[in-house]
Structure formats: C-alpha cells, structure tokens
C-alpha cells in the first residue's frame, strides 16, 4: 500500500493540477481537505499538502496543521501556489508567516501558478477584477504618458505559469525523506 497522501485547497484549479501531477509521480491519492478523513491520515507516512496563497496566507494549511489526527512522526511537505515570481521578497515573507515557531522545519516549496478569473467565485473574484482593472488603467496612463498607442483589452486574460518540471525539487526531498 502506497503510505503517501497529497491534500490540497484550490479555488481555480491551479493547485489541484499541481496535487494532482505530484500524485501521479508518487503514485498516490490526491485529496482536497474538504474531503480529507481522519483514517486517511492516519494510514499516511508522508503527507504533502498545497495550497493557494490568498493575500500572504496558504489557504487550507493553518487548519490542515491544526488536524489533531496527524500523527507525530509523520513527513509532511508544503507547496504553496501563486502569482509572485518564484524569487520575490514576498515568497520569502510568505513562507515565514505561513511556517512558524514549531512548524519551522516543515519542508517548503513554492510554484507559479494562474489566473481564471472566470473560474473565482464571490469576494475573490471581486478582489481580482479591482486587481487587474487597477492594472489596466496604471498601463492606459503610462501609454498616454508615452505618447504610446492605448491598448483596449476586452474581457480578462487567463495566466498560466504552470510547469510540471518544477515539482522535482519536491520529489527529490520526499523520495530522500523515506
Ligand atoms: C483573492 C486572491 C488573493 C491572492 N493573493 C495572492 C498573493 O498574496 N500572492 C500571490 O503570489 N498570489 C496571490 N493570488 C494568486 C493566486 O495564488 C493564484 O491565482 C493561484 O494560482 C490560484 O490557485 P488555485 O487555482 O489553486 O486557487 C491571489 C489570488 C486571489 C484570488
């Protein structure tokens, strides 16, 4: 029986393709935490849980690590998903927050991944609108400013800096955990 397990939390799907391509080489189940139950965590050695960041903050990971049914000798491995550039300051401040104190030495990995604006729900999809109008009306100005051609964008674009190859880092240290 494969004692791996990959939990996650995605709004847009992102992080779910992420989970889903880390199963698939570890040849275990992916999870969303909704969904996860205690027996599964229990019968886990190693656990990898992702999860989008939202403002700084991993989503699901606090309650993930709060679970009283993880057991103490259990390998855990994060992965966080978002839009800064892998080597941006906020990553770094991003990884301190969201792994603290006794959560210190849990392994860290971040990967790019998207934007669907269509795929958001609710006060997410709100937020993210302001975001990229926001965006559009700072590049209109700076082109009128220029004396450049303003460009009209109909609708929102959809971002996709997803990349398999990146997992590896992650593989590597799970395969040397075991
Ligand atoms: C409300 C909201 C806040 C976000 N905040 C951040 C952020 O602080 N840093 C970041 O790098 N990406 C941020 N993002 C981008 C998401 O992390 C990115 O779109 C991610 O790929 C979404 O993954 P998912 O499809 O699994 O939900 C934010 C997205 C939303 C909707």
């Not at 050695?45 to 699901?60: D, F, R, S």
């Not at 679970?67 to 770094?92: C, M």
């Not at 392994?107 to 998207?114: I, S």
Request: glycine letters at 6%.
């Amino acid at each position: 029986m494969n004692d791996q397990l990959v939990v996650y939390s995605s709004k847009s799907g992102f992080t779910r393709r992420y989970a889903e391509w880390i199963a698939e080489e570890l040849q275990c189940e992916a999870i969303p935490l909704s969904n996860l139950q205690s027996a599964m965590v229990g019968a886990a050695k190693t656990i990898v849980y992702g999860g989008p960041i939202h403002a700084g903050w991993v989503v699901g990971l606090k309650k993930f690590l709060k679970r009283e049914d993880r057991k103490k000798n259990q390998n855990v491995f994060v992965f966080a998903v978002g839009l800064s550039p892998s080597n941006s300051a906020d990553i770094e401040r991003c990884h301190k927050a969201n792994l603290n104190d006794s959560n210190r030495k849990i392994p860290w990995f971040y990967f790019m991944g998207g934007l669907d604006i269509d795929k958001l729900k609710g006060i997410e999809k709100l937020i993210m609108k302001m975001v990229l109008r926001a965006e559009a009306k700072t590049k209109r100005k700076e082109a009128l400013k220029a004396g450049k051609p303003v460009e009209q964008i109909a609708g929102y674009p959809i971002l996709d800096y997803c990349d398999r190859a990146a997992i590896k880092p992650l593989l590597e240290a799970i395969k040397a955990a075991a």
